[in-house]
C-alpha cells in the first residue's frame, strides 16, 4: 500500500495553489495538509501544528519573507519535514543557495503537474528531486559543506549498475523513472540508491552527485 504524503504548499499565486490542490485530489498518494500564501503566515502557523507535514513546496518569490530566507526557520520548526523548492527562477545562484540552506530538492514551475507529484513522492522517500538542468548545474557547481568527499583511497567501488543509476540521478531522474529506464524494479533501484549513499558517505541525491563529481565518478 503506498503512503498518503501530506503536503504543505507555501505559494502567493492563489490560482497555482488551486491548480496544485486539484492534482493531489487526483494523486492517491499526496494529500494537501495546508496552504499559505505567505512565509510569515506559513511559520507562525505550522508553529502551533501539532501534526507537521511530510513535505512542503516552497515558493522563492513571495511577498515580504522570501522564501529562501524562510527556509532555516522551516527547517527548524519541522525537522523531519522535507523542503521542495518549486520557482520560476532558474538562476544559478537561487539554486546553490536553497540547497546549501537545506532544500531537499529544486523545481521549475514549468515541470508538469504529473512530474512535480512524482517528485513529491520520491522526495518523502528520501530520493532525488531536481529538475534536469538544475541537477546539471549542480554536477558542475555544488559543494556541499555538509557532506565533504572523502579521500578516494576510502571509496567503496561502485557497481556497473550503480555507476549507471549515479548517473540518472545526477540527469535529475526520479526513482519510478530509472527504473523505467533501466527496465528492473522501483525497489530494486532503491536498494542502489541506499548502497550508493552509503559506499559514498553521502545523505541524499545531491550529496551524492556533489561527491561523486567531485572524486571524478561522473562527468
Known sequence: MSKNYQVTVIEDNHAYREVLQLAFERDA?????????????????????????????LDL????????DALPG????????????LSQSDAQQDILRAISRGAHGYLLKSASIKRITEHIASTCAGGASLDPGVARYLVERLRIKETPAPEPQ???????????????????????????????????????IRHIYHKLDAHNAPGAVSIAHRLGLID
Open 29 to 57: 498518494s499526496v494529500k494537501l495538509h495546508s496552504e499559505f500564501g505567505t512565509a510569515e503566515i506559513a511559520l507562525r502557523e505550522l508553529g502551533k501544528a501539532e501534526a507537521k507535514p511530510d513535505l512542503i513546496l
Open 61 to 68: 518569490n513571495l511577498p515580504g519573507m522570501s522564501g529562501l
Open 74 to 85: 522551516l527547517l527548524e520548526l519541522c525537522p523531519q519535514t522535507k523542503i521542495l523548492i
Open 154 to 192: 576510502d571509496v567503496q567501488e561502485l557497481s556497473k549498475r550503480e555507476y549507471e543509476i549515479l548517473q540518472l540521478l545526477a540527469d535529475g531522474m526520479v526513482k519510478k523513472e530509472i527504473a523505467d529506464q533501466l527496465s528492473i524494479s522501483y525497489a530494486t533501484v532503491d536498494t542502489h
